[in-house]
């Protein structure tokens, strides 16, 4: 480390340094059960204490990696023995909600789940949602720019923000806690930090938009023959439902088996034939949403874009089809998984999919690969088992994975970030003048190069 431990001492309050067995009882992230390797981890409670943790951290050309709740998923968080770390666990307070001007006022470390709560108990809604709901904290979702389930109607994270308090390398608060939807005020700063996984600066508030709670929530899943049947209905629901359709999730058939087996616990809704199965919802506000809802999907069935559907008559038959969706630690039951996030347009999918696969099967041909994700945003996951996931066995699943990628312009990232894992696929998805202006960038605000040292770029 490049500083003294002791000069850390007073910057982050009362009980806010953790060294020695303090630190070492601390894992090093959700996933990863092994202690948190670092020189020293602060807790600040304050912006202004984060600005002089910065600002002496920059003097000293001291790494400092930012940590909220440690829940995601490239090793964008991963420390060194020589890194300071900076947790905002402390910064978790909800500091105002405006219920009509849609607004709500938080620190960094606010669990994402309680400002859902925090909003519904004021009839608002948060519109950001993932797995990680309980774990993550609101200032790793922006500086990761999360998307999650209801993309397709709220946008990813960076649409939820309306402001943000950020404190740069040398310590410079920069405060931009804007309330309002539209300020062209010259350029909107906010955006550079978000999704700049910590490497830009180091977010401390936020001003978050929140919207009405909807009224009525229509949820079913339908198993289609062909992906070309699943773009119909795609176009089919989201013109028919008006702006109310919330999510549009696919799951190819190997996923839905292995989610329905009898090894899951879960039961099978609709019969294990179908090729695609698709689980979408409507978020309305009418009483008769319901009966609209059945409709739409019968006419889906009428026109032949789906074989067959169920739709929940019960909040948890709904629960039951979400945790379909959701039970991707299934996948962990074929030994060691290599779990990946890529973006393309629809139109390609079908085809890059069998890439994949064919690609897949010539160099491992035991391998298990299940499809799933987010297709009404172009956002695809794929988990692949292979049997192992040594260094250079990893190196080829994801040359596999990923060099389709380039040729249809599509992402090595649609909503994990690059962290350390994608790091060396970025070149993949962006061009040279593209990383480098992001070099620029990144030198102008951190010349040093103290923040999240040695990730995304
Ligand atoms: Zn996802």
Redesign the pocket.
């Known amino acids: 480390m490049n500083l003294n431990v002791k000069d850390l001492e007073s910057l982050a309050g009362e009980g806010g340094l953790l060294v020695g067995d303090d630190l070492a009882a601390r894992a090093a992230g959700i996933w990863d059960p092994e202690p948190i390797r670092a020189a020293a981890l602060l807790r600040p409670r304050t912006t202004a204490q984060v600005a002089r943790i910065l600002a002496l951290c920059n003097e000293h050309r001291q790494g400092v990696v930012t940590h909220g709740g440690l829940t995601g998923l490239v090793g964008g968080a991963r420390t060194t023995a020589d890194d300071v770390v900076l947790s905002t666990e402390r910064m978790n307070d909800i500091e105002a909600i405006d219920p009509d001007g849609r607004t709500m006022t938080v620190q960094a470390g606010v669990p994402l789940q309680k400002v859902q709560e925090a909003a519904a108990e004021a009839g608002l809604k948060f519109a950001l949602d993932l797995g990680a709901r309980g774990s993550c904290t609101i200032g790793g979702n922006l500086a990761t720019n999360a998307?999650?389930n209801q993309v397709i109607r709220y946008g990813m994270a960076r649409e939820q923000v309306l402001g943000l308090e950020v404190v740069l390398a040398d310590g410079t608060v920069l405060s931009s806690m804007n309330h309002m939807i539209k300020n062209n005020a010259a350029l909107d700063l906010k955006q550079l930090f978000i999704g700049s996984e910590g490497t830009l600066g180091v977010i401390t508030r936020a001003v978050l938009r929140l919207r009405e709670l909807p009224g009525s929530r229509e949820t079913a899943l339908l198993g289609c023959a062909r992906l070309d049947d699943v773009v119909c209905l795609l176009k089919h629901v989201d013109r028919r439902l008006g702006g109310t359709l919330g999510s549009f999730e696919v799951m190819w058939q190997e996923f839905y088996r292995l989610v329905t087996s009898p090894s899951s616990g879960s039961s099978a809704p609709l019969g294990s034939d179908h090729d695609y199965y698709v689980l979408l919802e409507s978020l309305g506000g009418g009483d008769d949403d319901g009966a609209r809802f059945e409709a739409i999907l019968a006419e889906a069935l009428e026109q032949g874009w789906a074989a067959d559907a169920v739709i929940a008559a019960s909040g948890r038959e709904r629960d039951a089809l979400w945790a379909l969706r959701d039970d991707v630690e299934q996948t962990n039951s074929h030994g060691p998984t290599i779990t990946f996030?890529v973006s393309l347009r629809i139109s390609d999918m079908e085809r890059y999919v069998a890439k994949v696969r064919e690609r897949l099967d010539a160099a491992f041909p035991e391998n298990h690969t299940w499809v799933f994700?987010?297709l009404g945003d172009g956002?695809l996951?794929l988990v692949v088992a292979v049997g192992e996931d040594s260094a250079s066995t990893r190196r080829r699943v994801e040359e596999a994975v990923y060099e389709p990628l380039q040729s249809i312009g599509g992402s090595v990232s649609a909503?994990h970030g690059i962290g350390l894992e994608k790091k060396p696929w970025l070149h993949l998805s962006r061009s040279p003048a593209e990383i480098d202006t992001m070099r620029r960038l990144k030198r102008a605000l951190d010349p040093a190069g103290i923040l999240n040292p040695g990730k995304m770029l």
Do not use: F
């Open positions: 998307g999650g996030d994700g987010h956002n996951h909503e």
